[in-house]
């Protein structure tokens, strides 16, 4: 019984070794609350559009709008986040998007929304999200200190995200079945102060922040040349945004697929989501429980392959049951992907270039998604949603093997990368890349 105790203690402490650091404890504890109110405002959002309009399109629409922004501003937004202080940039967006939410409760609670003023205020935030995104990713190495634990730390974000996606849904399909989507606008709104009160409590070392000598296309060119210059952040980009471009259509759809296939209602769509948020969970532990993520570079294509898969059985589904299970697989393989190429890229990326590398991660993870979004709702008013689901698991599928072939080529690339930032073995070893990208398997 000890040694269990003992084995349990050690497990936890590899976890969540990243909350060793006061400033991201307090970021964990903030946007824990703050991102279940996000979630809460996401599936309201998608409720309502379709309650107000019964059309595929416009929630393809509403999608596109809302996210549109983060593809035009966040090549902008990196710059910024290299050169200005990433903390006070971070209450700013915090303090908006706490208004937009507000905005948004007062509009529906007064039975004077439209979907001219979802689509705006959509825009508003994903104009908002497109300087905060960078921003916090980059922000994340001020908070823990180390690399060591700059692996960790991205687990742990993507961990809380996903704990989120788990519980806000549930309880917003509650809440809009018994007192309506405003409420959820409402909780939404004042759980920003969470997340804006540990932003203030937090102790940060001075750091000095580029001055703004050279114009901001310069910055822009600059972190282009560096991103796309290097094959591996490229390949790992590009995978990302295809990743993004066709599988979250099933998101966009899913109210469609819970009323239209699965015949239920807002529960249902609730009870959908959160399956997704728990296989993404289980992949977040999968990936944080281990004290080395070793051959992460196999693990990129495996899950982005687990996930189209899932997505064309889940497209054939009729029956809540299997529809729940390949939630939580494609959940499972999206999120795996997303964090492991997080990982690497963070990790490669010098200092000084990270909020541009960050803003085009930004790009390929949610910048690729509005787009996605108009071709799903109008291929899914077209075709139906089964096809457009299946046909964008298989693409997803496809680019997982064109990705698989080219690790040869990253383990040549990236050895080179690591001996030129020195970096610690195990760094190395704990996101698995010297492993299965820089390091040629031994005879």
């Not at 952040?233 to 296939?261: Q, W």
């Not at 728990?278 to 977040?284: E, H, P, Q, R, V």
């Not at 196999?298 to 064309?312: K, L, N, Q, R």
Request: glycine content about 10%; some cysteine; aromatic content about 10%.
């Amino acid at each position: 019984m000890k040694f269990n105790n003992t084995a349990q203690s050690s497990l936890l402490k590899t976890v969540f070794r990243a909350l060793e650091y006061r400033n991201y404890r307090l970021f964990f504890v903030g946007q824990s609350i703050s991102l279940i109110g996000t979630w809460m405002q996401q599936i309201a959002m998608s409720w309502l559009v379709y309650r107000l309009t019964g059309s595929a399109l416009i929630l393809g629409v509403v999608g596109f709008s809302s996210q549109l922004p983060t593809f035009l501003f966040s090549p902008f937004a990196g710059v910024l986040a290299d050169r200005w202080n990433r903390h006070t940039i971070l209450l700013i967006t915090q303090t908006l998007a706490m208004a937009q939410a507000f905005i948004l409760a007062f509009l529906t609670l007064s039975h004077n929304i439209a979907v001219w003023h979802i689509i705006a205020m959509g825009i508003l935030l994903g104009s908002i999200n497109s300087l905060d995104i960078p921003a916090r990713q980059s922000f994340v190495i001020d908070m823990v200190e180390r690399k060591e634990t700059l692996g960790n730390a991205i687990v742990l974000n993507s961990l809380m995200f996903n704990v989120a996606r788990l519980i806000g849904p549930s309880i917003a399909g509650i809440l809009i079945a018994f007192t309506g989507e405003g409420i959820c606008f409402l909780i939404n709104g004042i759980s920003f102060i969470a997340v804006i009160g540990c932003l203030l409590a937090m102790k940060l070392k001075a750091k000095r922040h580029k001055a703004l000598r050279k114009n901001i296309f310069h910055g822009i060119k600059e972190g282009f040349n560096y991103t796309f210059g290097s094959v591996p952040i490229r390949l790992i980009l590009a995978l990302l945004g295809i990743m993004s471009l066709l599988g979250t259509s099933y998101v966009v759809l899913m109210p469609v697929f819970a009323k239209e296939v699965l015949h239920g209602g807002p529960k249902t769509l609730g009870f959908l989501m959160v399956a997704v948020g728990c296989g993404a969970l289980i992949g977040t532990l999968y990936l944080a429980s281990r004290k080395g993520v070793l051959k992460l570079g196999s693990i990129i294509p495996v899950s982005s392959a687990i996930f189209g898969i899932g997505m064309i059985i889940f497209s054939l589904s009729r029956a809540l049951w299997v529809s729940l299970i390949m939630l939580v697989i494609i959940g499972f393989g999206f999120m795996v992907q997303m964090a492991s190429s997080n990982t690497v890229l963070q990790t490669i990326v010098d200092d000084d270039k990270r909020g541009r590398v960050m803003s085009f991660y930004s790009m390929a993870f949610m910048g690729m998604t509005p787009l996605g979004s108009l071709i799903a709702g109008y291929l899914a008013s077209s075709i139906g949603v089964t096809a457009t689901l299946m046909i964008s698991g298989f693409c997803c599928a496809l680019a997982a093997f064109f990705f698989a072939s080219k690790i040869p080529l990253l383990k040549s690339m990236v050895r080179p990368i690591y001996e030129k930032i020195s970096i610690a073995p195990a760094v190395a070893e704990g996101i698995g890349v010297a492993a299965s990208l820089a390091v040629p398997p031994e005879d």
